[in-house]
């Protein structure tokens, strides 16, 4: 019977998706007037081999993602956007080849917002913004390390209040308040990652939104033309956390966090564009462990000829506490790319990741098509 009800939910959920996908291209049509629907499908073929450990143990992974992100403009400053991904949401097992296998869809952000061009806010599934890197590490394979502080699949709101200077140019304040989002969206839509429970406990996984994080954006200066920068500040409540067993430990701390990141960019004259980043972060009694931190230094450039491009990006995490967990570890990506249309990219990667103690080193081609509406 069990098995039952979870096909109904199963096929009731991708009855929804379908009609969701369906209104969006009837209302874009007319995408002029309110309401309006309007966003971008991305569809990517992925290829990653790697080898693994000083016997290079090889493992190929051949897989798809695609991205819905759909925004329904309600009025001129009204939205509701809905960010829904096709990816593997498993990893593969380390010495077996993967095709196609553990593919399923997910919500990423849903929310409803409103902006009036100098302040604004959104509230439901979202995610709190506090450092960069964890999704703007220049190219590809390069994010891994520092998605330890992304605060995404979050539950809560968020405002900001845009400034605009002659000396500092466009400065942007945000704050979020947010719980870890324990929903029926944290569940993928074929169960392949299950629904998120306040059981587990951990950063923000709690019954309100305590956590919070605050940012200072800026950009469009005059006298530094091309520069951006941002500084961020979170704090997640932690109530318990589970240990290897699955047993409460209470012993906790809330778990506090620090980042500062620049990026440049300069266009020069021959034709070359350049956009150079740096980010560092700082996490305290990470996890919620009382005296676990957590370092992270990124730096990288990204180089565009026409429609060449060239990205570098380095990866430095110091792990540090009383336990197992505490390492140096460090990835480097070296990606190529060329874009042959407005819609069609391909790229490809060379990454070597050294992660607790053990060294990764991987390939991967991503052929691209984004389909804007």
Not at 27 to 52: K, Y
Not at 122 to 150: K, V
Request: proline share 3%; glycine share 8%; charged share 20%.
């Amino acid at each position: 019977m069990a098995m039952k009800i979870s096909l109904i939910d199963v096929n009731s959920r991708l009855g929804s998706i379908c009609g969701a996908f369906l209104l969006t291209f009837i209302a874009s049509a007319n995408a002029e007037d309110f309401p309006a629907l309007n966003g971008s499908i991305v569809l990517e073929l992925n290829n990653r081999t790697t080898w693994v450990g000083p016997k290079h143990t090889q493992r190929n992974d051949l897989f798809l993602f695609a991205e819905a992100n759909t925004a329904l403009q309600l009025t001129e400053n009204w939205l509701v956007r809905a960010i829904v991904t096709l990816e593997p949401l498993a990893d593969p097992y380390p010495d077996k080849n993967r095709a196609f296998e553990n593919e399923d869809v997910r919500w990423k952000d849903v929310f409803i917002q409103y902006d009036n061009g100098v302040a604004g806010f959104r509230g439901g599934r979202i995610t709190a913004d506090f450092g960069f890197a964890w999704y703007g590490a220049p190219g590809l394979e390069a994010t891994t390390l520092a998605e330890d502080y992304a605060v995404w699949d979050r539950m809560g709101a968020s405002g900001w209040y845009r400034l605009q200077s002659d000396t500092f140019g466009s400065t942007t304040v945000s704050a979020s308040m947010y719980s870890l989002d324990t929903s029926l969206f944290s569940a993928s839509w074929l169960n392949t990652r299950q629904q998120k429970t306040a059981s587990r406990g951990g950063p923000s996984n709690t019954d309100s939104p305590t956590s919070f994080a605050v940012a200072l954006y800026g950009t469009d200066i005059p006298k530094l033309p091309g520069l951006s920068w941002q500084l961020a500040l979170l704090r997640q409540q932690v109530d318990f956390v589970t240990d290897s067993s699955g047993q409460r430990v209470y012993s906790v701390a809330d778990e506090k966090g620090a980042s500062a990141n620049l990026q440049q960019r300069i266009a020069f004259d021959n034709g070359i564009d350049s956009t150079t980043v740096g980010e560092v972060v700082y996490l305290k009694d990470k996890g919620g462990i009382p005296g676990a931190s957590g370092r992270y230094l990124i730096v990288g450039e990204t180089l565009r000829y026409g429609r060449w491009r060239a990205q570098t990006a380095l990866t430095t995490r110091w792990l540090d506490g009383a336990s197992a967990d505490s390492s140096r570890d460090r990835l480097f990506a070296l990606t190529a790319g060329y874009d042959f249309t407005d819609r069609w990219s391909c790229d490809a990667v060379w990454r070597q990741a050294r992660v607790f103690g053990e060294t990764a080193d991987s390939v991967r081609v991503r052929l691209r098509y984004q389909l804007p509406f």
